[in-house]
């Protein structure tokens, strides 16, 4: 064994560190590699780096000798079947050589966990054209009770970037709801600091004191784009940050839950005469297209919330085409 180095491929582009050595040397742990970077055994451009060091196209990584590095990678996991590939493809509105954009529907959860074998993560290699191609990256998630877009890149570059564009607040992001009575004002912004109570599945989150030691800072604007007499509304939600459930918890907050909220809301959320499953829906995205430009693609609504539409009496309009402006 000898030190190597790497340089960095443009599909790398703004990759972390560690991701970058768990993509060549996958049998090296978090601890292994913090040690080596505090040690500065892990240099970029012959500088001392860190885990969170984010790389940049053309940058030499100098790695040092690594145990087991020539060590077989593990098992492929099973291959998907023609079924779980036709699923994973039915849930495509937009592709192209960037990025894959989905209409998730709801209730499949988007990532694994205690109890969960079938999720989307599961079934991303049924989105390769070849079997040589890198294997599609989730960017980013939605509830599993949430229907609507879900944003894919077909490279881990390609899903560097994007998250850099989430994390930046550069994507706009439109949610559909039908909430419990009508909103006052019709418009506002939901400043509201959020806690989480529990852990794992069980975990809620919840209103927080402003002050708290736990409480983070959490933003939603909305709309009331139609309401039925004063009893259900059809909002328009923007979160202009990323907390876990933020719309659910801002909507209760407001008085107004979401119809058929299983988790928020308590029984005001559950109303007879209407389908009783989440009505929350990722609408619409717009975001910087890694080629250029600004990518905005809509997601026509789940059967269950349609249903509901026109059970109200609302208007149901059509997705937007997918478009890159």
């Not at 077989?72 to 509105?93: C, F, G, H, T, Y």
Request: net charge positive; aromatic share 4%; hydrophobic share 40%.
């Amino acid at each position: 064994m000898s030190v190597v180095t790497l340089t960095v491929s443009d599909d790398e582009a703004d990759i972390r560190l560690d991701r970058w050595f768990r993509r060549h040397y996958p049998h090296l742990t978090q601890g292994a590699l913090q040690k080596l970077c505090r040690t500065g055994q892990v240099r970029v451009d012959g500088k001392r780096a860190t885990a969170a060091t984010r790389l940049a196209p053309g940058q030499a990584v100098r790695v040092p000798p690594i145990p087991n590095a020539n060590r077989p990678p593990p098992l492929a996991s099973k291959p998907l079947d023609e079924r779980q590939v036709r699923e994973i493809n039915k849930m495509v509105i937009y592709r192209d050589d960037h990025v894959i954009v989905l209409n998730k529907p709801a209730g499949i959860a988007v990532q694994g966990g205690p109890g969960i074998t079938h999720h989307i993560d599961a079934l991303l290699d049924g989105l390769r054209d070849s079997p040589d191609d890198p294997r599609p990256r989730l960017v980013h998630r939605i509830d599993r009770d949430t229907s609507g877009l879900l944003l894919v890149a077909r490279t881990p570059g390609v899903a560097a970037k994007l998250a850099a564009a989430f994390r930046g607040r550069d994507v706009r992001k439109i949610y559909w709801a039908v909430v419990v009575g009508r909103p006052s004002p019709a418009t506002g912004i939901i400043d509201q600091p959020l806690t989480k109570l529990g852990a794992g599945a069980g975990a809620i989150s919840v209103v927080a004191e402003r002050g708290d030691a736990d409480a983070v800072h959490a933003l939603s604007e909305y709309e009331v784009v139609d309401a039925a007499a004063r009893k259900l509304s059809w909002l328009a939600l923007s979160p202009l940050t990323g907390r876990t459930h933020q719309l659910r918890v801002h909507c209760e907050a407001l008085g107004n839950p979401i119809l058929g909220d299983p988790k928020y809301g308590g029984d005001i959320a559950h109303v007879a005469g209407f389908v009783d499953r989440l009505h929350l829906h990722a609408r619409r995205l717009e975001l910087p297209h890694p080629a250029g430009g600004t990518l905005v693609v809509e997601a026509e609504l789940p059967p269950h919330m349609r249903e509901t539409f026109r059970q109200i009496g609302f208007a149901t309009p059509q997705p937007a085409p997918c478009r890159r402006v």
